[in-house]
């Protein structure tokens, strides 16, 4: 009964995959008005519609295809001689193969999709059907092979066709194969990655599939991060996030990555998201520290950063101060759960130097495994514009 519920599950998977292909690929290069009479069962008439051709009787048939209005007869004639009169055109092989998928033939089917490929291996129809076959045959390696070729041919088919490969992810069969797309330098990789995240793949599995490789850019990274957010395993996460950081960096993490503003390496969401925008902007100093710019006409937040605290007491303290001579605080300091939730800790950013700033707040045991620190504007009656810098942010547990 096992062996037989694992058999039913990778026919639905295969299924699945199938058929994001099917609606995504459209045959490749077929005309929209060949698949809706293929789609009626009108092998005959589909068989008029081939890409391309200066022919009178194919563009006079076409005409009226699309035009719903019926064939002109000499023009269905003509058009039949036409293509039955070529032996060496791929087009008229991969459209009778089609023909012979409606007529529930698989087998005549591939062996035509493949004199259609062997006539021309840049044939978009023939490739998109064997891509299809080995998918449905368990072929996988072949399908992988497949996907790098369809996709030089027909780039704009990408979104499409990585969404289909994310989807077969979830077959361990499968992914000796994927890792021909995660491979480091992979044309496809990052985007496949972010497909992977769309389809909520388990980012185990993209770990898996990623390995030790890394890109520069951390999008791949980025992906994995984003999914283990979305499954709320945030401590995953961020241990992860931590482990793709350069050692140098790693050393000196602590509650809070970079707390003097520095410029330290890592993507968002457990470094700084620095922000510009019409309401607010900061920006960090070359040596340390980050300036910031609000025009006090609507909320803003110019810089945020996500937290994993584990419930307890803790004390946030800040260094800095406004720069220009408004006289009352503008700019504050929130701590809330992630997602926009309960507020632990407000901060204002003090008007003068001075001493930092600090307050304590506690993390509950339950309801919040995940938090947002982030420095925002608050708007008053009337529009100051304020400047002001900070040089340093920390968190510290409390016994």
């Known amino acids: 009964m096992v062996a037989e519920a694992?058999?039913?599950?990778?026919q639905r998977l295969r299924a699945a995959v199938l058929l994001v292909l099917a609606l995504a690929v459209a045959w490749a290069a077929m005309q929209s008005a060949a698949l809706g009479l293929l789609r009626q069962g009108q092998?005959?008439?589909?068989?008029?519609?081939?890409?391309?051709?200066p022919e009178i009787q194919h563009a006079q048939a076409l005409a009226s295809l699309r035009e719903k209005k019926p064939v002109n007869e000499a023009a269905?004639?003509?058009?039949?001689?036409?293509?039955?009169?070529?032996?060496?055109?791929?087009?008229?092989?991969?459209t009778l193969g089609l023909d012979a998928l409606v007529d529930g033939d698989p087998k005549r089917a591939t062996a035509l999709m493949s004199e259609a490929f062997r006539r021309n291996p840049r044939s978009r129809p023939a490739r998109a059907w064997l891509l299809e076959d080995h998918?449905?045959?368990?072929?996988y390696a072949e399908a992988?092979?497949?996907?790098?070729r369809l996709l030089l041919l027909r780039p704009d088919l990408q979104a499409p066709i990585l969404k289909a490969m994310a989807v077969l992810a979830r077959e361990p069969a499968a992914?000796?194969?994927?890792?021909?797309?995660?491979?480091?330098?992979?044309l496809w990789r990052p985007n496949f990655f972010w497909a992977m995240a769309a389809e909520k793949t388990d980012p185990d599995v993209m770990r898996e599939l990623l390995g030790a490789g890394l890109n520069s850019r951390g999008l791949e990274q980025g992906a994995i991060i984003e999914r283990y957010v979305q499954t709320g395993e945030y401590a995953k996460a961020r241990d992860y996030w931590l482990?793709?950081?350069?050692?140098?960096?790693?050393?000196?993490?602590?509650?809070i990555y970079d707390p003097d503003f520095r410029g330290l390496p890592g993507p968002a969401p457990f470094n700084w998201s620095i922000k510009q925008g019409p309401a607010g902007s900061a920006e960090l100093g070359q040596g340390g520290g980050m300036t910031i710019d609000y025009l006090g006409s609507e909320p803003a937040s110019m810089a945020e950063q996500s937290l994993v605290l584990q419930p307890g007491r803790y004390r946030v303290r800040v260094a800095g101060h406004i720069l220009?001579?408004?006289?009352?605080?503008?700019?504050?300091?929130?701590?809330?759960?992630?997602?926009?939730?309960?507020?632990?800790?407000?901060?204002?950013?003090?008007?003068?130097?001075?001493?930092?700033?600090?307050?304590?707040?506690?993390i509950p045991a339950d309801g919040c495994r995940a938090q947002t620190l982030s420095l925002e504007g608050v708007p008053q009656e009337f529009v100051e514009i304020v400047r002001a810098e900070v040089t340093r942010v920390d968190i510290d547990k409390l016994r």
């Open 243 to 255: 482990s793709q950081v350069p050692e140098s960096a790693r050393k000196t993490a602590a509650l």
């Open 76 to 94: 269905l004639v003509g058009a039949r001689k036409l293509l039955l009169g070529a032996p060496l055109n791929d087009e008229l092989f991969s």
């Open 135 to 139: 998918i449905r045959q368990g072929r």
């Open 6 to 10: 694992l058999k039913t599950g990778r």
């Open 324 to 362: 220009s001579g408004v006289t009352r605080p503008l700019l504050t300091w929130k701590l809330r759960c992630f997602g926009g939730g309960q507020e632990f800790a407000s901060l204002d950013l003090p008007l003068a130097a001075g001493r930092p700033v600090s307050q304590t707040f506690v």
């Open 175 to 186: 992914r000796p194969g994927l890792k021909r797309i995660t491979a480091p330098g992979h």
């Open 43 to 53: 092998a005959q008439l589909a068989l008029l519609v081939r890409p391309g051709g």
């Open 144 to 148: 992988i092979d497949q996907v790098d």
